[in-house]
Nanobody, 127 residues
Framework: QVRLMESGGGSVQAGGSLRLFCVVS???????????LGWFRQAPGKERERVAH????????LYADSVKGRFTISHDKDKNAVYLQMNSLKPEDTAMYYC?????????????????WGQGTPVTVSS
């Protein structure tokens, strides 16, 4: 079982920055390819969107087009934490942000693979 806890959300004006944190604990299983950690968001009335994910084994990361060039995901293996640095924030980035984990060896580019979820942290960007 994997447990995740997010923090770092808040309110910021457009153009500002926030850094989200997610502490990961528990066992995601054993696989040479490791697991993936992702950041998702969901705004009221909208579908959930995977904004970024990172392969814990290689550190490779992928981003949604909507955040590419503005957001950066990173993973600290020693602290077992995943971060989302969000720059040049826009009002449309307003949402609840969740971190999630796959099991080791699962595919990382499919939302259904993310089996473990945190409770979320809210981000509000005002114009």
């Amino acid at each position: 079982q994997v447990r995740l806890m997010e923090s770092g959300g808040g309110s910021v004006q457009a153009g500002g920055s926030l850094r989200l944190f997610c502490v990961v604990s528990g066992d995601s299983g054993n696989s040479p390819s490791g697991n993936c950690l992702g950041w998702f968001r969901q705004a009221p009335g909208k579908e959930r969107e995977r904004v970024a994910h990172i392969y814990t084994y290689s550190g490779a990361a992928l981003y949604a087009d909507s955040v590419k060039g503005r957001f950066t995901i990173s993973h600290d293996k020693d602290k077992n934490a995943v971060y989302l640095q969000m720059n040049s924030l826009k009002p449309e980035d307003t949402a609840m942000y969740y971190c999630a984990s796959t099991r080791a060896g699962d595919v990382c580019n499919r939302d259904y693979a993310y089996r473990y979820w945190g409770q979320g942290t809210p981000v509000t960007v005002s114009s």
